[in-house]
T-cell receptor, first 114, second 112 residues
């Protein structure tokens, strides 16, 4: 069964550094998402992406964050100047159109900021 | 805003049925979902129900939706040790929004 893949599985970064999290969505999906889960808290929506642009973003997704689809297969989340509170599990998801179809998640990247 | 609530823990004996409950607030949700997360793994889409349905059955899984009470449940028949995981209830956010709103997850603990 096709799946969403995320790399790396664990990323350790110094505070203030930039980090890029990578995702390969399911190949025929057209909607892409990033979520995060801070330890012990709920999974929170960050951003959705469709037709090469941001479709929607939450209050969490501020200027520190950006997303990109650099080629036909990858979908990335960049965090500039990381902070300690960015430490979390980051999940990528994808779905078929129309917009509210079930979202399929990857295994996540655990980001640890030191 | 939207909110999804679940009990944090459920303990059942192997072979019994597990019933995991969830309440939600957004009556305009299109779909309601159950995701399963095993230790160290991602969120696996278990099943989902369209908001105009009352029940959906898929092998050992039964989803019941009570729209009046905004209550969703997941029943796992003949619970096995492999069912041990965290189960997340989620709804599509209202107003046509893209993101899902998740509950905190229910830890299902299987007793031998």
């Amino acid at each position: 069964e096709p799946e969403v893949t995320q790399t790396p599985s664990h990323q350790v970064t110094q505070m203030g550094q930039e980090v890029i999290l990578r995702c390969v969505p399911i190949s025929n999906h057209l909607y892409f998402y990033w979520y995060r889960q801070i330890l012990g808290q709920k999974v929170e929506f960050l951003v959705s992406f469709y037709n090469n642009e941001i479709s929607e973003k939450s209050e969490i997704f501020d200027d520190q964050f950006s997303v990109e689809r650099p080629d036909g297969s990858n979908f990335t989340l960049k965090i500039r100047s990381t902070k300690l509170e960015d430490s979390a599990m980051y999940f990528c998801a994808s779905s078929l159109p129309p917009k509210d179809q079930p979202q399929h998640f990857g295994d996540g990247t655990r980001l640890s900021i030191l | 805003g939207e909110d999804v609530e679940q009990s944090l823990f459920l303990s059942v004996r192997e072979g019994d049925s597990s019933v995991i409950n969830c309440t939600y607030t957004d009556s305009s949700s299109t779909y309601l979902y159950w995701y399963k997360q095993e230790p160290g793994a991602g969120l696996q889409l278990l099943t989902y129900i369209f908001s105009n349905m009352d029940m959906k059955q898929d092998q050992r899984l039964t989803v019941l939706l009570n729209k009046k009470d905004k209550h969703l449940s997941l029943r796992i028949a003949d619970t096995q040790t492999g069912d041990s995981a965290i189960y997340f209830c989620a709804e599509t956010a209202g107003g046509g929004a893209d993101g899902l709103t998740f509950g905190k997850g229910t830890h299902l603990i299987i007793q031998p």
